[in-house]
């Protein structure tokens, strides 16, 4: 089972964020939550909020286990930027850009992988071409 958490429209360059997000793909849910704690980032604070709303959502809404939730994948895409002009030297203005993200999580639960495994039938080996006859070995022309 997957769970999906998104937060959005999040003033924080996506830059940045992706560092803190890089850190916790693939880990338990619990790991993610340390590093997220004691990571002195203004988005380690912001992802830590996403990836709780995600383990709430899991547990409240699918019955999954907090315990056995892994993070699939911790996406950070662009979001809308803010443009501002600040007055330069001689009449010019300079571009001030604000960048905001959008921060998504995926979880997953060992629920999927049973049903993952449970789901796949065996392959039939028959063929259409026959056989490939196997090279004849020196014990067996004696």
Do not use: C, W
Request: aromatic letters at 2%.
């Amino acid at each position: 089972m997957e769970v999906k958490s998104t937060s959005k429209y999040v003033r924080l360059s996506p830059k940045k964020a992706r560092d803190v997000a890089r850190e916790i793909q693939g880990l338990p849910v619990s790991n993610a939550l340390d590093i997220l704690t004691f990571t002195p980032k203004k988005a380690a604070v912001l992802i830590g909020k996403t990836l709780k709303t995600a383990i709430a959502d899991a547990e409240n809404n699918f019955s999954l286990d907090a315990g056995t939730l892994v993070v699939k994948e911790a996406v950070i895409g662009a979001a809308p930027m803010l443009r501002r002009f600040k007055p330069r030297a001689k009449g010019a203005a300079g571009p001030i850009i604000r960048r905001s993200s959008h921060i998504s999580i995926t979880l997953t639960g060992s629920a999927q992988e049973k049903k993952s495994k449970a789901a796949r039938k065996p392959v039939s080996n028959k063929s259409t071409q026959p056989a490939a006859e196997t090279p004849a070995t020196p014990e067996d022309q004696v």
